[in-house]
């Protein structure tokens, strides 16, 4: 659907082009020089944090100065309600809006509290993603008619997405509420998210979902992972299909001290099950976990999460 939508069609051969011109080790420095970029930012972005600060104006987190908008706004410091929301929009655009709530949910922990995962989104959506953090949560929404414009709408005729806000659960800025224009860097970027241009993979360094998480090959990110201090906070749920050797049988014994050598190393179990005897395969697998956030908006659907 994505591919068919002729503005992104017209900004994907843009950046395709421009892409093809550039020699391959330029690309190569500048990919260098970007990733390091990221890095030396987002190490400021928590040192400020930590402090208390922003890293974009300087101010405190909890400040509010209303000449002087800023991303950290969506933290809600006193002062601040949904009528503030375009000071933001019109100095940020989407994605260093976006950029900015996913840093700040992986400051908490990396990718858990970032639902971008492509097989959970509304398909009538070109896109949605719900971020949490504390007890905050964040949700960008767009549809191919929200991309179109609204011809009857006199704030959404352009090109928009849609914001949503809760604190502690509740309303606090919902979808309806703005029509958010996306600007022309936006739409420089947006068909490289969609996958749409072939000379550009669209990643997060610090920002990473658990879409990017989950396309990891699965042994690669079983060796990353450390037990939950609890089921509910768990970013992933591990499953594990264990077949014993024919006419022979797994230990009770042995599955228990397994378990409990998982404590110990604060491992999953999954890990450590080549560790019994008489089995003959093991298929593990890999779903996002109960702390992940449902998307907001989307319409629920029995199918289940996705799994690796």
Same mark, same amino acid.
């Given at each position: 659907?994505?591919?068919?939508?002729?503005?992104?069609?017209? +900004?994907?051969?843009?950046?395709?082009?421009?892409?093809?011109?550039?020699?391959?080790? +330029?690309?190569?420095?500048?990919?260098?020089?970007?990733?390091?970029?990221?890095?030396?930012? +987002?190490?400021?972005?928590?040192?400020?944090?930590?402090?208390?600060?922003?890293?974009?104006?300087?101010?405190?987190?909890?400040?509010?100065?209303?000449?002087?908008?800023?991303?950290?706004?969506?933290?809600?410091?006193?002062?601040?309600?949904?009528?503030?929301?375009?000071?933001?929009?019109?100095?940020?655009?989407?994605?260093?809006?976006?950029?900015?709530?996913?840093?700040?949910?992986?400051?908490?922990?990396?990718?858990?509290?970032?639902?971008?995962?492509?097989?959970?989104?509304?398909?009538?959506?070109?896109?949605?993603?719900?971020?949490?953090?504390?007890?905050?949560?964040?949700?960008?929404?767009?549809?191919?008619?929200?991309?179109?414009?609204?011809?009857?709408?006199?704030?959404?005729?352009?090109?928009? +997405?849609?914001?949503?806000?809760?604190?502690?659960?509740?309303?606090?800025?919902?979808?309806?509420?703005?029509?958010?224009?996306?600007?022309?860097?936006?739409?420089?970027?947006?068909?490289?998210?969609l996958g749409m241009?072939?000379?550009?993979?669209?990643?997060?360094?610090?920002?990473?979902?658990?879409?990017?998480?989950?396309?990891?090959?699965?042994?690669?990110?079983?060796?990353?992972?450390?037990?939950?201090?609890?089921?509910?906070?768990?970013?992933?749920?591990?499953?594990?299909?264990?077949?014993?050797?024919?006419?022979?049988?797994?230990?009770?014994?042995?599955?228990?001290?397994?378990?409990?050598?998982?404590?110990?190393?604060?491992?999953?179990?999954?890990?450590?099950?080549?560790?019994?005897?008489?089995?003959?395969?093991?298929?593990?697998?890999?779903?996002?976990?109960?702390?992940?956030?449902e998307q907001a908006?989307?319409?629920?659907?029995?199918?289940?999460?996705?799994?690796?």
């Amino acid at each position: 659907m994505t591919k068919q939508h002729p503005i992104l069609q017209k +900004y994907a051969i843009e950046a395709q082009n421009f892409l093809g011109k550039l020699p391959a080790d +330029y690309i190569d420095r500048m990919n260098k020089k970007t990733f390091e970029d990221a890095h030396r930012e +987002y190490k400021e972005f928590q040192e400020q944090l930590n402090k208390g600060q922003c890293y974009i104006c300087g101010e405190k987190i909890g400040s509010f100065i209303k000449n002087k908008p800023c991303q950290h706004w969506l933290l809600r410091p006193a002062g601040f309600n949904k009528r503030h929301l375009p000071l933001v929009y019109q100095k940020f655009n989407f994605f260093r809006i976006e950029s900015y709530l996913r840093w700040i949910a992986n400051s908490e922990i990396f990718a858990g509290n970032i639902n971008d995962i492509a097989e959970e989104t509304n398909p009538k959506k070109l896109f949605e993603h719900t971020i949490k953090y504390k007890n905050f949560e964040w949700s960008f929404s767009c549809s191919e008619g929200d991309l179109t414009g609204h011809k009857f709408s006199f704030s959404g005729r352009s090109p928009h +997405y849609h914001f949503q806000m809760r604190i502690n659960s509740r309303p606090f800025i919902d979808y309806a509420n703005f029509h958010i224009p996306f600007t022309n860097e936006d739409f420089f970027q947006l068909p490289m998210m969609l996958g749409m241009v072939d000379k550009a993979k669209y990643t997060h360094t610090h920002g990473a979902g658990m879409q990017e998480m989950l396309i990891i090959d699965p042994e690669t990110l079983l060796n990353s992972m450390q037990k939950a201090d609890s089921e509910a906070n768990g970013v992933y749920s591990v499953q594990t299909l264990v077949e014993a050797e024919s006419g022979k049988t797994l230990s009770g014994d042995e599955i228990a001290d397994l378990f409990k050598k998982s404590k110990e190393l604060n491992v999953p179990v999954a890990k450590l099950i080549k560790e019994l005897k008489n089995v003959v395969s093991a298929t593990t697998f890999i779903t996002p976990g109960p702390r992940v956030p449902e998307q907001a908006g989307r319409k629920k659907r029995e199918k289940s999460r996705p799994s690796i």
